[in-house]
């Protein structure tokens, strides 16, 4: 696995590819499962596959919540060595935001809702990074998982607003046996607090109400955002101490 930080350096890379597919995907690094299924289509799915790992600062609403995200690159390159991924990049702040972040894509309709209500400026950030390594990367196809929805969405109309020539690859979101939705943030929860996480999505997926849902997991002790059913999906978003968690499961 070839590892580069430099854009440069990958543009090496990349004038060798002539005639080959590239998959993309970008993440935030302290890889799980969830991370390893895109992985995996990626690599059935295309000659050559890029993962990127960079903590996104522009995407936190809150700088504890950027200082507290886990870092793992050791353990992340071997999962990715692993899983025959041919390129890993790494840039930092500097390479990505030459600008200092002075221009910024934004999206106006489906951002401001549900975890725009809750993460000002989140979607600013997520695509504008997005769109830099996209256009650093130039993949035929770019992965993401269905467990951020809103994400998915909003990247999807980004590709297609702005006339990008890449197929976006949605991935069934990655459980764990008990339900919960895989996430990098699982691992800030304590032995109690993991173990008790399961009822939510055992009741986002229920037959009950939104309203009764929500009900449900305030008396279990859960700090309700939202549960909401939007896009032919039901959505919701919880906290459990200091951490919070987001699922979806299709409506019906």
């Given amino acids: 696995m070839n590892i580069v930080?430099?854009?440069?350096?990958?543009?090496?890379?990349?004038?060798?590819?002539?005639?080959?597919?590239?998959?993309?995907?970008?993440?935030?690094?302290?890889?799980?499962?969830?991370?390893?299924?895109?992985?995996?289509?990626?690599?059935?799915?295309?000659?050559?596959?890029?993962?990127?790992?960079?903590?996104n600062p522009t995407q936190f609403n809150q700088a504890s919540d950027f200082e507290h995200y886990p870092r793992t690159l050791a353990e992340d390159q071997a999962l990715l060595a692993s899983a025959g991924v041919?390129?890993?990049?790494?840039?930092?702040?500097?390479?990505?935001?030459?600008?200092?972040?002075?221009?910024?894509?934004?999206?106006?309709?489906?951002?401001?809702l549900l975890e725009g209500m809750y993460r000002l400026g989140h979607f600013e950030g997520m695509l504008t990074v997005?769109?830099?390594?996209?256009?650093?990367?130039?993949?035929?196809?770019?992965?993401?998982?269905?467990?951020?929805?809103?994400?998915?969405?909003?990247?999807?109309?980004?590709?297609?607003?702005l006339f990008l020539q890449i197929d976006i690859v949605p991935i069934a979101t990655k459980r764990a046996p008990d339900g919960l939705a895989l996430s990098s943030r699982n691992s800030r929860l304590t032995k109690a607090q993991r173990a008790h996480a399961a009822h939510f999505p055992r009741l986002l997926g229920?037959?009950?109400?939104?309203?009764?849902?929500?009900?449900?997991?305030?008396?279990l002790d859960f700090r309700v955002d939202y549960i909401v059913e939007q896009w032919g999906r039901r959505l919701g978003a919880v906290w459990l101490g200091e951490v919070r968690l987001i699922d979806n499961v299709l409506k019906g």
């Fill in 86 to 112: 041919d390129v890993l990049f790494l840039p930092d702040q500097a390479l990505l935001y030459p600008d200092a972040y002075q221009v910024k894509i934004v999206e106006t309709i489906e951002s401001t």
């Fill in 130 to 161: 997005v769109l830099k390594l996209l256009n650093i990367i130039t993949p035929h196809r770019v992965y993401f998982g269905e467990k951020d929805y809103q994400q998915l969405l909003l990247v999807k109309k980004m590709l297609s607003a």
């Fill in 206 to 219: 229920s037959d009950l109400s939104c309203d009764e849902i929500q009900r449900a997991l305030i008396a």
């Fill in 5 to 55: 930080t430099e854009i440069s350096d990958y543009k090496k890379l990349l004038a060798g590819w002539q005639g080959k597919s590239i998959g993309f995907i970008p993440t935030m690094g302290h890889l799980h499962e969830g991370h390893m299924t895109l992985c995996e289509a990626s690599t059935s799915q295309n000659d050559i596959t890029v993962v990127s790992i960079f903590v």
